[in-house]
Every structure is written in C-alpha cells, then in structure tokens.
C-alpha cells in the first residue's frame, strides 16, 4: 500500500458500514418503484460538473494540479458487453479517506427528517435530490474509481447498496473520477446512445462543461455547454430554466418567479435567481446558509459567499462577476467590498422583483408567501433598512380579511384609530375566536392575527407603519374608548360596587395564579380574558421559554372580567352576600377557562375536575 495512505485505508478492503440513514436510503433507492430514474444521471453529471469547479479554482492558485492536461470535461461510456455505463471526470477526485467520508454518509444536515420523508412519500425523492446514491436505482452494483488531483495514489470504492461498501488501492488512473454502474437488468435502456442523450438534453444541457458521449461512434459532444446565466433574458426558455433550476435544487418542479439580469455600472455581473414553488426540506435548517453560488467570468468560485441575506436563504441561483479577481479566496469574500456592493444590489432588487411579482402575479406571489413568508419575516427584525420594502411585501391575515398588505389595513382605518391592532397567537385556527378579539369585533376593527412564531419577534421592535404604531390586542385598551362601539359590553347594567367587589375578592382567592384582576373593556361575550402587562407579549413569553437558555419563563397573567356579563354580574352578587369565600371555585375556574381559550392547558388538571364537579353538583344535584 502506498505510504501516504491513513488509517482508514489501511484498513481499506475490509467491508465498512454505512451511516445508518445512508443504509435506509439505498434500501430504498435499491427497491425502489420510482418512476423517474432518469435523475439519477443528473445527479452523477451534477457532481462531476462541481468537481470540474473545484479542480479549476484550486488550480488558479496551483496550476500544477492541472498536470499538463486542462481539459475539463465529463465522459458517458456506456458498454453493452458488460452492461455497464461509465461516467467519468477529470475534477478534483477524492482521496481513500474522502471517498469513504464522501460516500458513507449523508453530509447534509437533516439527514433524519429527510430519510423519514422520503419513506413515506417516495415520488419525492427527485424532489429533494438524493444525489451520489441515486445510482443504486439503476445498478446493483456501484464502483467509483478516483484519483485527487495533485496525488499518485488512485483507490475504488466498491458496493452493491446492501448496508457496506469497501475501499482498496487501483492503479493507472487518470485524474479525477470515474463512476461504473453495473446496470440492473431493468435498466439496460441507458445503454443506449438515444436515452443517454435525450436524458443529458432533459437534465444537464446547461452544465458548464462539455458532456461527450462515447458511444457506437466517435465521442460527440451532447450538451450545448453554454453557460445559461450568461445569456440574454429573451434568448431562454421556461422550459430550460426549468432544467437549470431542475439541477440547482434537485427539482422537478418550475421555479415560481425567475429573476434574470445583467448589472452593469460600477459592478459588471450577470444574475440568474430562482424563488422555488415548494419548501425545501432544510427551509428551517439552523445554519441559515444561502443557497447562491458566486462565479466569477464563469468559474465557479463558492457556494457560501452570502449572497443574499438568510432571510432569503431559499432563493437560488447564480451571480457572475466581470470584474472581481478570480484569485478571490473564499475566507476573504465575507468582507471583501466588491461582494458587499453585489450583495447589497441584489438583495433589493429581489425584493423589488418580489413587489412587482406581487403585482403583477398576485396569484403567484401569494403561494411564494404561503410558502417563504415566514422565512422573509427574519428580515424585518434583522434587516433594519430594508424593514420598509419587506412591510411593502408581507402580507397578512386578519380577523376579517386574507393575504392583505399593511397598506390595504391603513386605507380602512375606522375613525379614531390610532394604532395598528394585532393579536399574536401559536394557533392559527384558535386565534380568531380569542376573546381578547371582542372589544375590536364590536368596533369593526380590522386585527392582524399574526400566528408564525417569527411575527412574535419582529413585531416588538418595528416601530410602525405609515406612522401608526402597532399595538397588541393584550395590552392596554384605553384608546378602544375612542372608538364607537356597536354593541357596547353592557357594563351599564353591571353594578360598579359590587364589581370591585369582586375584583377584590378574585385577586385575593387567586393569589399568585395571576398578577393582576381588572375589569374589561376589550370583552363583549366571554366572561373573561388573559392579558399581558409587562414588556413581553404572552405568545412571546412561551415560544422563549421553551428555549433552554433565554432564561424567559412565563409570567403570572392579568385576568379580566367582563362586569356585564351575567355569570359575573351573578358571582359579583353572591360574593356581595355571601363573602368572598363563596366564589372560590368560581374564581379558579373561570381562570382555567380562561387558560383553555388561550390554547393552553389547565396547570392541576385534578383540582380543576373536582370544582367542576362540585359546582354541578350544586346546579344538578
Ligand atoms: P452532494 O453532491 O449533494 O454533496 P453527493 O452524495 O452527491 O452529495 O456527494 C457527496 C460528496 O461526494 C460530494 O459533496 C463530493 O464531495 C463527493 N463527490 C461525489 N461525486 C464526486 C466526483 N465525481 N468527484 C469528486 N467528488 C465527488
């Protein structure tokens, strides 16, 4: 064995275990009755285009990794004899260590929830893009020969998909890599020079790279090659940025809003963006890394190069500078200036593309909010300049209307209306009959039920909105007076006294239970309510305090009661009589009530059944 060989390959021909995922993925690529086979081709090409990629930047810095032999390009060879279909690249190649690393595991993050998804929906796999192990649909067998670039030692990685794969030494291989499927019986097709290339015309025309195909007769190139971004906007199809789009996100669907434009000025780049129709799987994925790559006069420089902010992580695509120096190392983009003026040009022009959208396809535009807008709503606490075009775009549901911008709400103001009302809440479904909706019900004022646990967040720190503030419906309710109601809580007929009485009487029979007792002006049927007094909002409260190191817990809530109501009016003139003793029970459970109607659940599920009980008793028995 070759001396610079490590551990791992010492131990090189002995079987090694997949990463248990990586075993349940091949099970299923190996079993599978996935229709679309053909991706599996686009996935292979794909990876060999980026190992071309690679090998071409590392080769800016050091060209001896080329060893005399520039050409980049990607072979199909397929071989009827042995029943078996060649790809192969001269990229950067994988070391023994890199090819067990590599194609062991799954380096995406998520691993778990994908593999789950994808057992229970297996059309989806196209979708989310399986890449190297896709080949297992095709062959019952996968070797991949590879040599790195700039190193003697070459080694195949052997396997037939069933749970280990092994890693020995080859010898006299080219640079780079070199992928033999032995195609399974039912999958003889891609022997054949028309299937080879209609799939490559489907799926990878627009790799950067030539394919050639080394078929019956000569090698022929089958790909045009032609870098798609780079062209003029009128010059491309929707059916090929279909395709391109199909290879950036491993999808079969069409993007939802292309954007696709040439800056020119101080700055010369070409920018081909794609906002996808559906959620990716990793949406939601901690790292919050963007998904667009930074080429620079067509060579690929970095797929990390924030291109974009990560509150539009999900949008794809591709920026190619004119002028920035291909010499640009990766660790100095995040500070480098020419970025930074990139960055910050593209970024408004996706979200002015995203206002016309909402203009001018407003259908379109609703299903790319559905899908991205809580994602977009990061923005409005973490982007404070742009705060003003993201409130141009969001949009939002209320009590009385769908998919409204805040403009639409300020144009239907009622008379006195100071403030824009909102109600957070983590249930979207609950959170139009919450009771602190009343007072605002019996205005005609419109409320922003705002239900991603993102808007709990935002909200707190934006200022306002065409110089009205936002306010939360569980704060303070004295300018609701100013407003004319049409069915006023009936608080005429509550006799005042007695109702402080029973105030009184509540606060000190619930004790620490609550913060405060009040009496309501925001209820106008329910009997009571839950507000918040203090800085946080109590949706707020409980999305931090399930976070283990934000030191929030949830804090002792104020209970209202509506004095009109006649279950208070009734309790107010028992306690009156009897002392506050005789409301005990009430007192208790009128606040677990109102804990229910908040969505959450009674804290002494056992104190709260036996009083339950006992007021029945006394109704029924
Ligand atoms: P992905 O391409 O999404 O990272 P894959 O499973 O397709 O996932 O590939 C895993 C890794 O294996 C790649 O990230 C790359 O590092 C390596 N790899 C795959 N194919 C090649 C190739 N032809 N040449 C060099 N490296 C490769």
New binding site residues.
């Given amino acids: 064995m070759a001396k610079s060989a490590t551990k791992k390959s010492e131990q090189s021909a002995k079987p090694q275990a997949f990463q248990a995922e990586v075993g349940k993925l091949l099970h299923m690529m190996v079993h599978s009755v996935y229709s679309d086979r053909d991706v599996f081709l686009r ?1 292979l090409i ?3 285009s ?2 071309l990629d690679k090998l071409r930047y590392e080769a800016i810095a050091n060209p001896g990794l080329l060893e005399n032999d520039a050409k980049l390009e990607i072979t199909l060879m397929p071989d009827k004899a042995a029943k078996t279909l060649t790809i192969s ?1 001269g ?4 070391s023994a260590d ?1 090819l067990s690393d ?2 062991g595991i ?3 993050s998520g691993t778990q929830a994908f593999v789950e998804k994808i057992k229970d929906a297996p059309s989806l796999i196209g979708q989310f ?5 896709a080949a297992f649909m095709v062959a019952s067998k996968v070797e991949v020969f ?1 040599r790195k670039a700039g190193s003697n030692d070459g080694h195949v990685w052997t396997s037939d998909g069933e749970g280990t794969f092994t890693v020995a030494p080859a010898a006299d291989l080219s640079r ?2 070199k ?1 033999v499927l032995h195609l399974r019986d039912d999958a003889s097709d891609y022997l054949e020079d028309w299937k080879l290339e209609e799939v490559v015309r489907s799926y990878s025309d627009h790799i950067a790279h030539p394919i050639m195909l080394q078929g019956e007769g000569d090698a022929r190139q089958i790909n045009s090659a032609s870098a798609i971004w780079m062209r003029s906007k009128s010059e491309v199809t929707a059916e090929q940025h279909k395709e391109f789009f199909g290879i950036l996100s491993h999808s079969a669907e069409a993007p939802a809003l292309t954007i696709h434009y040439r800056a020119e000025g101080r700055q010369e780049y070409n920018v081909l963006l794609y906002v996808p129709g559906e959620r990716p799987f990793d949406l939601y994925d901690p790292e919050r890394k963007g998904k667009q790559k930074l080429y620079v006069k067509r060579v690929f420089i970095a797929d990390d190069a924030a291109l974009l902010p990560p509150y539009l992580r999900f949008v794809r695509g591709v920026i190619d500078s004119a002028d920035m120096p291909l010499n640009l190392s990766r660790e100095m983009l995040q500070n480098n200036p020419d970025v930074a003026v990139i960055r910050k040009a593209v970024t408004n022009r996706v979200l002015s593309e995203f206002k016309k959208c909402a203009e001018t396809e407003p259908e379109t535009f609703k299903k790319i909010w559905t899908v991205f807008g809580p994602v977009i709503k990061e923005g409005l606490y973490e982007d404070y300049e742009r705060r003003d075009q993201l409130f141009e775009v969001a949009r939002f549901s209320t009590t009385t209307r769908e998919n409204i911008t805040l403009k639409d709400y300020i144009a239907d103001l009622k008379e006195n209306q100071t403030a824009i009302y909102y109600l957070t809440a983590e249930d979207p479904n609950k959170a139009k009959s919450s009771p602190q909706l009343e007072g605002y019900k019996s205005r005609d004022v419109e409320v922003l039920l705002l239900t991603d646990p993102v808007d709990s967040f935002w909200v707190r720190t934006a200022l306002g909105f065409d110089g009205k503030p936002f306010k939360s419906v569980a704060q303070g309710t004295a300018d609701l007076d100013l407003i004319e109601a049409k069915d006023q809580p009936d608080a005429s007929k509550a006799d005042e006294p007695a109702a402080a009485n029973l105030v009184s009487a509540f606060k000190e029979v619930l004790g620490a239970r609550v913060s405060d007792v009040r009496i309501s002006k925001r209820l106008t049927d329910s009997a009571v309510c839950l507000v918040n007094d203090g800085q946080m909002d109590r949706t707020l409260e409980k999305l931090l305090s399930r976070q283990a190191d934000s030191g929030v817990a949830v804090s002792a809530p104020v209970l209202e009661i509506n004095a009109g109501h006649d279950l208070i009016k009734a309790l107010a003139k028992l306690a009156q009589n009897k002392g506050a003793s005789s409301v005990d029970d009430a007192a208790h459970l009128l606040l677990d009530q109102a804990f229910m109607l908040e969505g959450e659940v009674v804290a002494e599920p056992n104190d709260f059944a036996k009083r339950l009980a006992k007021v029945m008793i006394t109704a029924f028995g």
């Avoid at 990229?91 to 994988?94: I, L, S, Y």
């Fill in positions: 996935e794909s990876n060999a980026d190992a690249d990229g950067v190649g994988m890199e590599n194609l799954i380096a995406k893009g399986v890449g190297f192990y590879s780079g890599t992928i």
